[in-house]
């Protein structure tokens, strides 16, 4: 791709060109063993820091040894990490209950996620394909493992399960159920696809892939998560339709919708007819006390952007809670405000409005590709909904999905268009 620039300089000539050649392939067999797990572990959130973490700083040498290339396009993901680093340890410093080593400790790890973002862009934009499938691979397979063992655990299936259940709901190797269930999402939304687009066999697995997701994120009884699926397999199911299908695959997605949907409430009334499963479920569904009220979910809110309004260089991480209330707004757009300051706020606001400008102008671009980017914007634009009533700015899959976005835009700027009857890319 020609707006690339190799990390590793200009090749050598000779023997010394060889071996350097040599160095880098094997490098980069590494690399991609590397991405992979490190995707994978992303599943595995029950202490900080996680191995997501510790993975990615092996990562980033290998990429450098690779000499992996860097996108010109990518650089406003590099310019926003940059610019935000400044106001954010500034707002550490402004803390008056948390000790500054937490408050840093909490800014560096936005900004090591804000990284991620950055690498992932870039590595996906050299070779979008391969590499798409390997990072959806390794992520599908530790979300299918995540669902079904937090779907066995909360039924009580699971000798030991306990530990991946919480508050009655299912959490699998995650601190919180709320951050599960939305995990399960993005292989969920490319397994959709291919169900809808897909023949045969391929179909049928991923029919089976999306039921286990499916469970797996009802069973996190995160209201939000339900909202999520739903409106992004919406989203994947309209874009599909009207982007990406002639029209024999326009009929053939009315009708696997309607097979869909079936199977999704049979799914749903078994389940109901537990009933630990349908109490719990009549009780998530209605009005919950906490977001109502002062002190409620929505009231702190309120509270929340006033104090950040009278605080420009914010008042630091984990400073909220000792306040007037012991609970987080639950809102990032508030929260980014008086943990980070105007400033990073605002650089964390452009990521956002970017992110979603990128992907959707690549969506009304039509190149091999395009059918990559459906699935990843019909999850992000709802984790950027999601986010107004949770706080999501440290969640790391919110960050991988971005930097895909920023990569795969990459690859179809770069990309010839095609008509829509070509091959269809299905990841």
Not at 183 to 196: E, K, N
Not at 244 to 250: I, L
Not at 330 to 340: F, G, K, Q, R, T
Request: aromatic letters at 12%.
């Amino acid at each position: 791709m020609t707006d690339a620039a190799g990390i590793g300089g200009k090749s050598l000539a000779g023997s010394d060109g060889l071996g350097l050649a040599v160095i880098r392939a094997r490098a980069m067999r590494l690399l991609d063993f590397m991405v992979g797990l490190w995707v994978f572990s992303g599943g595995m959130v029950f202490v900080e820091p996680a191995p997501y973490e510790l993975i990615f700083l092996g990562v980033l040498p290998i990429a450098f040894l690779a000499g992996m290339g860097i996108y010109r396009s990518t650089f406003g993901l590099l310019a926003l990490m940059i610019g935000f680093i400044p106001f954010a340890l500034i707002a550490c410093f402004q803390v008056k209950f948390t000790a500054i080593s937490d408050a840093l400790i909490f800014s560096i790890v936005t900004v090591f996620l804000m990284l991620t973002s950055y690498f992932v862009a870039n590595y996906v934009a050299e070779a979008t394909e391969r590499r798409m499938r390997l990072v959806m691979n390794a992520y599908t397979a530790i979300a299918v493992i995540s669902a079904i063992v937090g779907t066995l655990a909360y039924l009580h299936l699971l000798p030991g399960g306990d530990v991946f259940v919480i508050y009655g709901r299912a959490r699998a190797a995650f601190n919180d159920p709320n951050v599960f269930g939305p995990f399960l999402i993005l292989p969920a939304m490319f397994a959709l696809q291919r169900i809808l687009l897909g023949r045969g066999k391929v179909q049928i697995v991923a029919g089976l892939i999306y039921m286990a997701l499916f469970v797996g994120v009802f069973v996190s009884f995160s209201r939000a998560a339900w909202g999520h699926f739903a409106l992004s397999s919406a989203i994947v199911l309209v874009l599909c339709f009207w982007l990406e299908s002639n029209a024999r695959d326009k009929v053939r997605i009315m009708i696997m919708s309607l097979l869909g949907a079936g199977m999704l409430l049979g799914a749903v009334a078994g389940l109901l007819s537990i009933p630990s499963v349908a109490n719990l479920f009549e009780l998530r569904a209605a009005s919950q006390n906490y977001d109502t009220g002062d002190t409620g979910r929505f009231g702190r809110q309120g509270f929340a952007f006033e104090l950040a309004l009278d605080n420009p260089l914010g008042i630091g991480p984990h400073e909220f809670r000792n306040l007037r209330v012991i609970e987080e707004p639950h809102n990032v757009y508030v929260s980014v405000l008086h943990v980070y300051g105007w400033g990073g706020g605002a650089m964390y606001y452009l990521l956002v409005i970017l992110t979603l400008w990128r992907g959707t102008k690549a969506l009304f671009k039509p190149t091999r590709y395009r059918l990559i980017m459906i699935p990843l914007m019909a999850t992000f634009t709802m984790l950027v909904g999601e986010s107004a009533i949770i706080d999501s700015d440290h969640w790391r899959h919110y960050f991988l999905i971005a930097g895909l976005i920023w990569g795969v835009a990459s690859a179809i700027n770069m990309a010839p268009r095609v008509p829509n009857s070509a091959p269809k890319l299905l990841i």
